[in-house]
């Protein structure tokens, strides 16, 4: 009687992958039980019968598997470009809002310096405007890269699903 450990083997020399050998094996156990254990014409005919339709359907599976996987991908790409390009924009028109505030601002307190009027608040507001602005931008960059790096792992996560769901 052939044991499954070199039925395993046999159909690994074939470059068979080691969970489809153990998948042919048993479905042929019933042809096998007769077998010797050096009886490689009768490992090929069980492989070969095997091969067919059953190995049709599993690469099928596999193929539909991968696909799912590639439209899952593709779209988490799709969300995490879109997330990033919305959050550029949504941060530029800030900045251009901001802009346009504090140039207003700077506007009316011009006239009003003509006038005599002085605000430390103000004053300070128009100084540290500029670094106020590159500290936000400094943020949202460090938001997107955290948000890049969860999606990254996120893919890998299921990237490294499909590949054990493969596996078995």
């Known amino acids: ?43 090929t005919l069980a492989l070969a019968s ?42 530029q028109d800030l900045q251009h809002e901001r802009s346009l505030l504090v140039s207003i601002i700077s506007r009316v307190y011009g006239i009003a310096k003509q006038f005599g009027m002085q605000d430390p608040w103000v004053e300070s507001l128009l100084a540290n405007y500029h670094e106020f602005i590159r500290e936000e931008v400094s943020e949202t960059e460090a938001d997107l890269e955290q948000y890049s790096r969860f999606l990254d792992e996120e893919m890998s996560e299921i990237e490294s699903e499909t590949i054990s769901k493969e596996a078995s």
Not at 13 to 39: F, I
Not at 65 to 78: F, G, L
Request: proline share 0%; no cysteine; hydrophobic share 40%.
């Open 1 to 43: 009687m052939v044991t499954k450990k070199r039925f395993v083997e046999f159909a690994i020399e074939l470059k068979w992958t080691g969970a489809d050998a153990r998948r042919a094996y048993e479905a042929s156990q019933l042809n096998l039980k007769s077998v010797d254990d050096d009886d490689e014409y009768s490992f």
């Open 50 to 91: 095997f091969a067919g339709s059953e190995l049709a359907k599993r690469q099928a599976l596999q193929a539909a598997q991968k696909a799912a996987v590639t439209k899952k991908k593709n779209e988490i790409r799709k969300i995490k470009q879109d997330y990033v390009e919305n959050i550029q924009k949504i941060t």
